[in-house]
T-cell receptor, first 111, second 116 residues
Framework: QKEVEQNSGPLSVPEGAIASLNCTYS??????FFWYRQYSGKSPELIMF????GDKEDGRFTAQLNKASQYVSLLIRDSQPSDSATYLC???????????FGKGTLLTVNP | GAVVSQHPSWVICKSGTSVKIECRSL??????MFWYRQFPKQSLMLMAT?????????EQGVEKDKFLINHASLTLSTLTVTSAHPEDSSFYIC????????????FGQGTRLTVV
């Protein structure tokens, strides 16, 4: 079983819509969860982090964490073409503090 | 946020030569840095964990004699690709964090290596 799983996509949404990105993880003891955005040919940049169950909002972005279901998601409201990128879910494991990345979901926002 | 600087941003080298990539944490001390490789349309693949003052820890399948890592100080780690071959052409990215269970990773700009 892969440690961090994401749907590779591509996920295509129209401009102004809500984009929903999902991630599951296998280590039940995981403590920290991150969403990174990576434009083609560039390094990842941090979008959101979340540690506790529930929702965390930052501007157009909302991260949702459900530790019981081992599930973390990222919602992007009012999607813009500039949001088109690969979104990487990353998890710090409970035992070794190792950051593990999912394979990423390619999001395309169509004007 | 913290800054991690990686140099060079791109390099072209001949097959059989070696290439050194530097990764610096500019405003914090990083006892641990990470080196990733990313092929086109693929995810980040962790190559090795660089530990200041000790040997790097390599992921399974990564040749430690080919990818030499030196972490000489708390702010600098280097990755040397020795005897590079075209199949080593990739995007190499370093990252560093402050450590601990909630440490976010800060990435360097990445190095696009092309071996011809």
């Amino acid at each position: 079983q892969k440690e961090v799983e994401q749907n590779s996509g591509p996920l295509s949404v129209p401009e102004g819509a809500i984009a929903s990105l999902n991630c599951t993880y296998s280590d039940r003891g995981s403590q920290s969860f991150f969403w990174y955005r990576q434009y083609s040919g560039k390094s990842p940049e941090l979008i959101m982090f979340i540690y506790s169950n529930g929702d965390k909002e930052d501007g157009r972005f909302t991260a949702q964490l459900n530790k019981a279901s081992q599930y973390v998601s990222l919602l992007i409201r009012d999607s813009q073409p500039s949001d088109s990128a690969t979104y990487l879910c990353a998890v710090i494991g409970g035992s070794n503090y190792k950051l593990t990345f999912g394979k990423g979901t390619l999001l395309t926002v169509n004007p | 946020g913290a800054v991690v600087s990686q140099h060079p941003s791109w390099v072209i080298c001949k097959s059989g030569t070696s290439v050194k990539i530097e990764c610096r944490s500019l405003d914090f001390q990083a006892t641990t840095m990470f080196w990733y490789r990313q092929f086109p349309k693929q995810s980040l693949m962790l190559m090795a964990t660089s530990n200041e003052g000790s040997k790097a820890t390599y992921e399974q399948g990564v040749e430690k004699d080919k990818f030499l890592i030196n972490h000489a100080s708390l702010t600098l780690s280097t990755l040397t690709v020795t005897s590079a071959h075209p199949e080593d052409s990739s995007f190499y990215i370093c990252s560093a964090d402050r450590g601990g269970a909630r440490a976010e990773a800060f990435f360097g700009q990445g190095t696009r290596l092309t071996v011809v």
